[in-house]
């Protein structure tokens, strides 16, 4: 446990003192500020559904950024040599850049929470949607953070590792779309279960269903659980 | 301390380790010496945890590193070729880092972070991000890192790589103080290194130990026993030194002019003998003298005559 606090630390701390949390959370900020806009003059009505529904494509392709740093450039700079030879566990390692990465996460939702302030100012919104949407995306973000890390393992080349990451995630976001073009109905429902947008659509509509929480735990833990692999088996090569 | 029984390492078909066996006592510093390539890095890797072997045992600090690597790490302190250094990070807070992932107890940090600071010549750069740290200065905290938990072992390969000479001597004199009860691996291809700061001397090539003992026994193995060198001027000299009993061997080395320049084998010292034959046979005596091989000689005498004798082991390439 000790071990996990220590890179937590390391991991937030290399974060700030360098520009990129910075310009992840201003990237971030304004695109959500420009979905908020956009989703109040379209639609006319004082809910986040558009602003939500687009952050989750955002953080597709913004997070696999924020999280390729993290055990390609432990191999490339050397210290990934450091860590090993140190007493600690591997498992303690992938955990406390996981959490660092989600912190960073929890942070820019922080941000945007100024959203439904002004909601609540000039309009009335429905609250219950409007936190269970913030769930959805919440363990959206800790899922594509975990396949960013499995992404990071695979390379040392930072920038790989991002295109890697965001290569990963968008088919889980397509094949929600691919449904339409099968009749195959067993096919169809594979796809189905299989695709983000699926399992996001419950919390987007106030509703949170255990098969969508257990879609969320299993797609981060089969991720970690891939980067414990290559990580372990990065050793025997 | 350190045991090493039949270690190898197989990296696909090639075979970076082959066959290792030595012992690193507690307290002594052993130089693991050997040209580039020839798995001194691959063999410290093993050592501290980083590489899992092929075949073979090693027992670090009293643990096996295969079955308990965990309480190896704890006890090791170790250097890798290139400081593994942060560069986000300032001197301290990487100190302070590695102080909590190598377990120093929390109270104990800042005071152990300090105090290897001062050690090695770091006071007052605390406050210094890695990233801005000169060569020297990186290999310094990389030093600083390896001994931030007090280990009972020290690994360091290639510590005073890329240092300037003052600096050099900085470490190693560092290194002899470090020493009393700890026990250091190092390895270098610097071979005055080795003569300045350690005991023992593993000589590596090719992935196997080619020599092994005290530096004195590793000279002595390399030159095949005491050498005597002597210039002298007289008649028959080669006939006449080679007959005294002493003497092993005798070959002329080309001298200059009037003086004739031998090489000298011997069993006993030859030099009362040959001054005495000297004195009756009315030679001119310029020099007699005790040949000490340095290190590189005996380095260069054992690596030299290595590729052929070890060809047939690397046949499964």
């Given at each position: 446990m000790t071990a996990v606090w220590a890179i937590f630390k390391k991991e937030l701390r290399i974060y700030f003192v360098s520009p990129l949390a910075y310009v992840f959370l201003s990237v971030f900020l304004f695109l959500s500020g420009l979905f908020f806009y956009l989703g109040l003059t379209v639609?006319?009505?004082?809910?986040?559904r558009v602003m939500l529904g687009n952050l989750a494509i955002t953080m597709l392709f913004v997070l696999p950024m924020l999280t390729m740093r993290h055990f390609a450039e432990e191999q490339k700079a050397g210290t990934f040599e450091l860590l090993m030879t140190s007493p600690v566990p591997l498992g303690s390692l992938i955990l406390g850049k996981w959490a660092a990465s989600i912190v960073l996460c929890l942070l820019m939702f922080l941000g945007t929470l100024i959203f439904p302030a002004v909601l609540a100012y000039y309009g009335d919104p429905d609250w219950g949607v409007m936190a269970t949407s913030y769930l959805g995306l919440i363990l959206c973000s800790f899922a594509f953070c975990a396949a960013g890390l499995f992404a990071s393992s695979l390379t040392t080349d930072q920038v790989a590792a991002g295109l890697a990451g965001i290569i990963i995630l968008l088919p889980f976001w397509l094949i929600g779309s691919a449904?339409?073009?099968?009749?195959n109905e067993t096919l169809r429902q594979i796809l189905e279960s299989a695709a983000l947008l699926t399992h996001l659509r419950g919390f987007t509509r106030g509703v949170i269903d255990s098969a969508d929480l257990a879609y969320f735990a299993s797609f981060s833990f089969i991720f970690l659980f891939l980067t414990y692999r290559t990580l372990e088996s990065r050793r025997w090569r | 301390m350190i045991e090493v029984k039949a270690l190898c390492k197989r990296y696909g078909p090639l075979?970076?380790?082959?066959d290792l066996d030595f012992h690193v006592g507690k307290g002594s510093i052993l130089g693991f010496i050997g040209?580039?390539?020839?798995g001194k890095t691959t063999t410290m890797r093993i050592l501290t945890g980083y590489l899992p072997a092929t075949s073979g045992d090693a027992w670090v600090a009293g643990f096996d590193v295969f079955e308990s690597p965990m309480e190896v790490k704890r006890r090791v302190g170790y250097l890798p070729e290139?400081?593994?250094?942060?560069?986000?990070?300032s001197v301290g807070d990487y100190l302070y880092f590695v102080a909590e992932i190598r377990r120093v107890p929390a109270r104990e940090r800042y005071r152990r972070v300090g105090e290897v600071m001062e050690l090695v010549g770091l006071?007052?750069?605390?406050?210094?991000?890695?990233?801005?740290?000169s060569k020297g200065y990186r290999q310094r905290v990389g030093l600083a890192q390896a001994l931030v938990h007090d280990p009972q072992v020290l690994i360091l390969d290639e510590p005073t790589s890329g240092l300037d000479p003052g600096q050099t001597v900085g470490i190693r004199e560092l290194l002899r103080d470090l020493g009393g009860d700890r026990t250091v691996i190092l390895s270098t291809h610097i071979l005055a290194e080795v003569e300045a700061a350690c005991d023992h001397v593993v000589l590596i090539n090719q992935g196997r130990i080619v020599a092994s003992g005290s530096l004195e026994q590793v000279r002595h193995e390399a030159t095949g026993g005491i050498v005597y060198g002597a210039e002298l001027q007289g008649e028959d000299i080669i006939m006449a030194v080679a007959e005294l009993e002493e003497t092993t061997r005798v070959e002329p080395l080309p001298g200059d002019g009037a003086f004739q320049a031998l090489k000298i084998w011997a069993d006993s010292d030859p030099r009362p003998a040959i001054a005495r034959l000297a004195a009756n046979s009315g030679w001119q005596v310029r020099a007699l003298e005790k040949i000490t091989p340095s290190l590189e000689d005996a380095f260069l005498a054992i690596v030299g005559r290595e590729p052929s004798a070890h060809r047939p082991g690397r046949s499964s390439r």
């Open positions: 639609n006319g009505e004082a809910s986040l449904t339409s073009f099968t009749t | 075979l970076a380790v082959k040209p580039n390539g020839a290139r400081p593994p250094l942060y560069p986000e990070l006071s007052g750069w605390e406050r210094r991000l890695l990233g801005s740290l």
